[in-house]
């Protein structure tokens, strides 16, 4: 996993860094939701075609529930892996049985797979609000024991607090539990406070990375809309300013860029291992972001 940063400490409102484990290079990861259609399936292929320029260690697809929303996420999973991306499915077990998980993960692994995130619910990370009974933790369990040390395991983690935790310490408690039952690391809900993530990931002290998830500003609307679902705060200035732009797209999305890419690179220059991009299926934004912000190790 590479070696521990060392904590440097600054002062308020300054970059700071923490302890924390790192792979060997900075990881960059896009997400993707499976589409519906044909022509969306291919348009998906040209998004990652078009990212893979940024050399991502991978490409993660999100998992819903129900028979036909599940083999969307295999078929666009293997669209993927056939077209020669390293693809992490996400993979919730629900009120499955241990059999139907394990099902499913020997189908992935058929196809090379060698990476999943694990999870609580059944819908995207970094989306929503989930409140299924089968915690990511029995699933991480699970996988471990059905593959050993062979896949990758990423869980969530949630820098300001998951909103069904009953406090941010036992909030910090089930995230311990998920990495000692096996996750190899961990993705972020999306945020726009970087000291909310130095602050869970110096309260965590986990020998795992923590990569933050990163979501583009796109749409007053839908950040207003899914930060509300899934307890992600938008700062009162930035959602003051973005309320200012609703009928000025092109204004709009030139202070989202901003604001993300500031966010990003505060980031990387605090030590974060990597960046994971919620695209919403999209090139344009997430490379916006990318093209504007100093990435170690020759990512950038």
């Known amino acids: 996993m590479g070696a521990h940063r060392q904590s440097r400490g600054a002062g308020r409102g300054a970059a700071r860094r923490v302890t924390m484990a790192t792979r060997s290079r900075f990881r960059l990861s896009f ?34 529930a129900g028979g036909s929303t599940r083999d969307r996420t295999f078929e666009t999973v293997a669209a993927l892996a056939g077209a020669r991306h390293a693809v992490a499915p996400h993979l919730s077990m629900g009120t499955d049985s241990e059999t139907a998980v394990k099902t499913v993960v020997d189908r992935y692994r058929a196809l090379g797979i060698q990476r999943m995130v694990a999870l609580r619910g059944d819908i995207p990370s970094g989306f929503g609000n989930p409140r299924h009974v089968g915690y990511a933790v029995n699933l991480v369990s699970l996988l471990r024991a059905h593959l050993g040390s062979e896949f990758e395991i990423e869980v969530a983690a949630y820098p ?17 539990r998920k990495v000692a039952a096996g996750a190899s690391g961990a993705i972020t809900q999306y945020f ?21 998830g990163i979501m583009p500003i796109t749409s007053y609307t839908n950040l207003v809309r899914f930060s509300d679902g899934c307890g992600a705060e938008i700062p009162r200035w930035i959602r003051q300013r973005l309320a200012a732009y609703q009928d000025d797209d092109a204004s709009l999305r030139a202070f989202g860029a901003d604001v993300v890419t500031n966010l990003c690179q505060r980031l990387v220059d605090g030590g974060a291992p990597g960046l994971h991009f919620y695209t919403l299926n999209q090139t344009a934004p997430t490379q916006a972001v990318l093209d504007r912000i100093a990435l170690p190790d020759g990512n950038g």
């Open 31 to 64: 997400e993707f939701f499976p589409p519906k259609t044909d022509k969306g399936q291919v348009a998906l292929l040209a998004t990652a075609t078009q990212l893979e320029r940024s050399h991502p260690e991978f490409f993660s697809v999100t998992y819903g």
């Open 160 to 176: 300001e607090v998951h909103p069904d935790a009953e406090s941010p310490a036992r909030d910090i408690e089930h995230f311990r």
């Open 192 to 212: 726009y406070n970087a000291d909310a993530y130095f602050d869970f990931v110096a309260r965590a002290n986990v020998a795992v990375p923590i990569v933050p």
